[in-house]
Antibody, heavy 120, light 106 residues
Framework: EVQLVESGGGLVQPGRSLKLSCAASGFTFSNYGMAWVCQAPTKGLEWVASISTGGGNTYYRDSVKGRFTISRDNAKNTLYLQMDSLRSEDTATYYC?????????????WGQGVMVTVSS | DTVLTQSPALAVSPGERVTISCRASESVSTLMHWYQQKPGQQPTLLIYLASNLESGVPARFSGSGSGTDFTLTIDPVEADDTATYYCQQSWNDPPTFGGGTKLELK
């Protein structure tokens, strides 16, 4: 059974940093691109970042470029999102998601999500 | 960015047929996908590439469309289908989601 379990969320002050983790199991992690998708409270979904199977290619939405870094450790079956210079508008639930096997930018499995609150 | 427009909400009775629409601000070919999100849960993939049913999803769900206009059809609707449905395109960069259609059962 595919499982994606996020951790690392919490309350953080504006301008500070936070690192999210996503532990994957039930599939060959190194064979799949991975992504982070966020959802602000009572709002819709927004793609944040994606990473290729080996980690050599990364992709970001404009609003997080230069502030967030997506990475992965295939030996540990874990995806990360380093979030720096956090802003109040980054407040959201962050989902780890697996790219569909074709490599296209849609997602066949999602974690349960982790909440990030940016507030002073 | 490609804007995807969905009706905010729909209310139907169990057993009826419902169509949920998604209109793109520019062509996305057939790279449109649909997700279901029940309250307090993560999204799940229903339809990919406009009309392909994801494994394990009931055949009551179907998708159609190309270019800028897409629909998700549920026929017949069951009580368990109460959820918010999101479309998502992956033709243009960045990938974007619609605002979601909240489906309520009468």
């Amino acid at each position: 059974e595919v499982q994606l379990v996020e951790s690392g969320g919490g309350l953080v002050q504006p301008g500070r940093s936070l690192k999210l983790s996503c532990a994957a199991s039930g599939f060959t992690f190194s064979n799949y691109g991975m992504a982070w998708v966020c959802q602000a409270p009572t709002k819709g979904l927004e793609w944040v970042a994606s990473i290729s199977t080996g980690g050599g290619n990364t992709y970001y939405r404009d609003s997080v470029k230069g502030r967030f870094t997506i990475s992965r450790d295939n030996a540990k079956n874990t995806l990360y999102l380093q979030m720096d210079s956090l802003r109040s508008e980054d407040t959201a639930t962050y989902y780890c998601a697996r790219h569909y096997p074709t490599g296209s930018f849609y997602f066949d499995y999602w974690g349960q999500g982790v909440m990030v609150t940016v507030s002073s | 960015d490609t804007v995807l427009t969905q009706s905010p909400a729909l209310a139907v009775s169990p057993g009826e047929r419902v169509t949920i629409s998604c209109r793109a601000s520019e062509s996305v070919s057939t790279l449109m996908h649909w997700y279901q999100q029940k309250p307090g849960q993560q999204p799940t993939l229903l339809i990919y590439l406009a009309s392909n049913l994801e494994s394990g999803v009931p055949a009551r769900f179907s998708g159609s469309g190309s270019g800028t206009d897409f629909t998700l059809t549920i026929d017949p609707v069951e009580a368990d289908d109460t959820a918010t449905y999101y479309c998502q395109q992956s033709w243009n960069d960045p990938p974007t989601f619609g605002g979601g259609t909240k489906l309520e059962l009468k």
